[in-house]
């Protein structure tokens, strides 16, 4: 039962690698694979568990399985919950038209100077919405600026490489990093603090390498006219209004995480709350085909349920093997194999540019425990050196919200962002592999190496 579980899960790991060519969503991949294993967990329990942990519930091996998936099951919820509410707000500015604030103030036509201009504010857009979200917002915006296909798609590599390196530093930026926030693993300020530096120089190496190979004015597509006399559905006033709310309420989160000591979900959802009362009220004498688009209620259809189902299953899964004792044993190996957390760190990484990242961060959680004061106080030697990563704010988790959320750009299948892009301009993998993946590698290495720099200095 317990190298079954390990061959379902990897299965389970290929079929959602794989999504487009078996053409099975991976939100049913994963969620049939989280059944799977718990079942195979729970039938075959008595031969797969330490007898210690067995006895610690009555002897009842049924009991410890079902108390150790509701005890999972909780901490998974925190993080769809604190999802759910993001992808309503930012749908919410979306359907208000508000990403024209910042839409429209671009006008340049020069390629280099639009290319670090959509660059960079992909780079801070990504931090405080989400790489995924901030992606199809960027290539939506490519479309208008840039006519020709294989000149956008060179944008687009640089959209999909400055989400990542954007939501890599901030709590609520990346699923991962959000992930290791709500888990305590990180704060808001220490993560800001250490990453900014090496996510930036992650966007930077191929900003600086792509301005000597592009050259000339980018010719922006034709403006169709009924799009020019077609009638906004909000007003200028309303746009500006849900803009600055839903980011507001946003940024507000991790303050409201540190003043009430709140899980981060319940500031989310406030913010949610305080938008759906406003949008409810400044809509409230338009009829009910006008208002309702613009309603919460409207904007729930839009958000992407199948994403939160597939991050349901995949934690699940994760949690199942966390359960069994198969990631501790995986953990003792790179331990043995490569012994330094950076190493380790650094292999997260490259490994997230071929499966997601989200059970490589998951199964890293589970991996290695978060460490107390108290237990690295009890530790000695060479024991308690290795403990010290594994504190809040320690060098190991640090460099894994980095490594994990940056890591994958190397290929476009890698990220949520990449496949976006991908399926939004129909970019060929082999020519990114060729045009991006380089510029994204070095990108890569560039931002590890000042993070190694900052801990060698400070």
């Known amino acids: 039962m317990y190298m079954m579980m390990a061959l379902i899960f990897v299965l389970g790991y290929l079929c959602i690698a794989f999504e487009h060519t078996i053409h099975i969503d991976k939100a049913a991949s994963a969620l049939l694979t989280a059944v799977i294993t718990w079942t195979?967990?729970?039938l075959?329990?008595?031969?797969?568990?330490?007898?210690?942990?067995?006895?610690?519930?009555?002897?009842?091996?049924?009991?410890?399985?079902?108390?150790?998936?509701?005890?999972?099951?909780?901490?998974?919820?925190?993080?769809?919950?604190?999802l759910l509410g993001a992808m309503t707000i930012v749908e919410l500015v979306d359907a208000h038209e508000g990403f024209k604030v910042i839409t429209d103030r671009i006008t340049t036509h020069n390629k280099v100077k639009l290319l670090w201009l959509v660059g960079f504010i992909t780079f801070f857009l990504s931090a405080v919405l989400d790489n995924l979200t901030t992606t199809?917002?960027?290539?939506?915006?490519?479309?208008?600026?840039?006519?020709?296909?294989?000149?956008?798609?060179?944008?687009?590599?640089?959209?999909?490489?400055?989400?990542?390196?954007?939501?890599?530093?901030?709590?609520?930026?990346?699923?991962?990093?959000?992930?290791?926030?709500i888990g305590n693993q990180i704060s808001t300020s220490s993560i800001i603090k250490q990453l900014f530096l090496p996510s930036l120089a992650c966007i930077l190496v191929p900003l600086v390498i792509l301005s000597f190979q592009i050259k000339g004015e980018a010719k922006r597509p034709k403006t169709e006219e009924h799009e020019e006399s077609h009638r906004n559905p909000t007003t200028s006033f309303e746009r500006r209004l849900i803009f600055s709310m839903g980011i507001g309420a946003l940024l507000f989160v991790p303050i409201f995480k540190t003043v009430t000591h709140l899980p981060p979900y319940m500031g989310m959802l406030f913010g949610l709350s305080v938008l759906w009362v406003t949008?409810?009220?400044?809509?409230?004498?338009?009829?009910?085909?006008?208002?309702?688009?613009?309603?919460?209620?409207?904007?729930?259809?839009?958000?992407?349920?199948?994403?939160?189902?597939?991050?349901?299953?995949?934690?699940?899964?994760?949690?199942?093997?966390?359960?069994a004792g198969h990631l501790v044993a995986v953990a003792v190996s790179l331990k043995e194999h490569l012994g330094n957390v950076y190493a380790i760190n650094i292999a997260i990484g490259l490994l997230s540019s071929i499966v997601d990242n989200v059970p490589l961060v998951a199964g890293a959680m589970k991996m290695y425990p978060l460490i107390s004061p108290a237990e690295l106080a009890a530790a000695t030697g060479d024991q308690a050196e290795w403990l010290s990563h594994f504190v809040a704010d320690g060098h190991f988790w640090e460099m894994l919200a980095f490594c994990a959320?940056?890591?994958?750009?190397?290929?476009?299948?890698?990220?949520?962002?990449?496949?976006?892009?991908?399926?939004?301009?129909?970019?060929?993998?082999?020519?990114?592999?060729?045009?991006?993946?380089?510029?994204?590698?070095?990108?890569?290495?560039?931002?590890?190496?000042?993070?190694l720099g900052m801990k060698s200095l400070f």
């Not at 958000?303 to 189902?309: F, K």
């Open 279 to 323: 949008t409810e009220w400044i809509h409230r004498a338009k009829n009910s085909e006008e208002k309702h688009p613009l309603s919460v209620v409207g904007v729930l259809r839009r958000v992407d349920t199948p994403s939160i189902l597939f991050f349901l299953g995949i934690l699940l899964a994760v949690s199942s093997l966390a359960t």
């Open 136 to 181: 199809i917002v960027m290539v939506s915006l490519l479309r208008k600026l840039i006519d020709d296909d294989r000149e956008r798609w060179f944008f687009a590599g640089i959209v999909i490489i400055a989400a990542n390196a954007g939501g890599a530093w901030s709590p609520i930026g990346d699923v991962t990093t959000t992930m290791l926030w």
């Open 40 to 42: 195979l967990l729970i």
């Open 44 to 82: 075959g329990a008595e031969y797969i568990l330490p007898a210690v942990q067995i006895a610690e519930h009555g002897g009842n091996a049924s009991d410890f399985v079902s108390t150790e998936l509701r005890h999972h099951l909780g901490e998974i919820s925190e993080i769809l919950f604190f």
């Open 405 to 451: 959320g940056t890591g994958g750009s190397c290929l476009i299948i890698g990220s949520a962002a990449g496949v976006a892009a991908m399926g939004m301009e129909k970019i060929d993998f082999m020519w990114y592999l060729k045009k991006i993946s380089l510029l994204a590698l070095l990108g890569y290495f560039g931002g590890v190496a000042v993070y």
